[in-house]
């Protein structure tokens, strides 16, 4: 399943690392990445892939909530369809 990824909140050290080790451990696949930082505000969107088989989209979504509770970023995932339906306008 195609699922667009969001990240932000304050810059710091080992988000990246933190965000794509969650994904990882779900066996999911990050397709694309783009990231910013403007002073100290991190922004960052993935296109990633949730194998189903080895994670539900609900489980990858919790543990990404839980890596953002820890790290103090908004982190949301979303379905690619839902994410495109959302902003079209």
């Excluded at 509770?69 to 495109?84: A, C, N, S």
Aim: charged content about 25%.
């Amino acid at each position: 399943m195609k699922t667009v990824l969001s990240v932000l909140g304050k810059d710091r050290v080992g988000i990246v690392a933190a965000i794509s080790g969650a994904l990882a451990d779900s066996g999911a696949n990050i397709e694309d990445i783009r990231q910013t930082i403007i002073g100290d505000i991190f922004s960052m969107t993935m296109l990633v892939t949730v194998d189903e088989d080895a994670a539900s989209f609900e489980a990858v979504q919790t543990r990404l909530a839980e890596v953002g509770d820890e790290l103090g970023m908004q982190v949301t995932l979303q379905r690619e369809d839902v994410f495109h339906f959302m902003h079209r306008i």
